[in-house]
């Protein structure tokens, strides 16, 4: 069964950085595309970015670009979301979430597994 299991979330002020991890057991961690996504209340999940299988490639959302940054450490099943220079609007519930193969995009639909997600919050 696979289990995605992300953790590094809390609160942090405004500009300040968190980073969150996500291990991922029982499947081939390698051969999946890998994305993180966030949902505030009330609003609908929305995606972050994402990492190609062998890191090569990384997309942002632009909401983010410049920001946050996407890694993958194949040996350790893991992918890491370094977060800086935070705002108040980054406050979400944020999810890792394997893909259903080798390439994936933004859809929440073309993601597999998800995690439970890890709370960050943002203070002004």
């Known amino acids: 069964q696979v289990q995605l299991v992300e953790s590094g979330g809390g609160l942090v002020q405004a500009g300040g950085s968190l980073r969150l991890s996500c291990v991922v057991s029982?499947?081939?961690?390698?051969?999946?595309?890998m994305g993180w996504f966030r949902q505030a209340p009330g609003k609908e999940r929305e995606f972050v970015g994402g990492i190609s299988r062998s890191g090569g490639s990384i997309f942002y959302a632009d909401s983010v670009k410049g920001r946050f940054t996407i890694s993958r450490g194949n040996l350790k099943n893991t992918v890491y979301l370094q977060m800086n220079s935070l705002k108040p609007e980054d406050t979400a519930v944020y999810y890792c979430?394997?893909?259903?193969?080798?390439?994936?995009?933004?859809?929440?639909?073309?993601?597999?597994?998800w995690g439970q997600g890890t709370q960050v919050t943002v203070s002004s």
């Open positions: 979430a394997s893909a259903a193969g080798p390439i994936a995009g933004s859809r929440t639909d073309e993601y597999r597994y």
């Open positions: 029982g499947s081939t961690f390698s051969s999946y595309y």
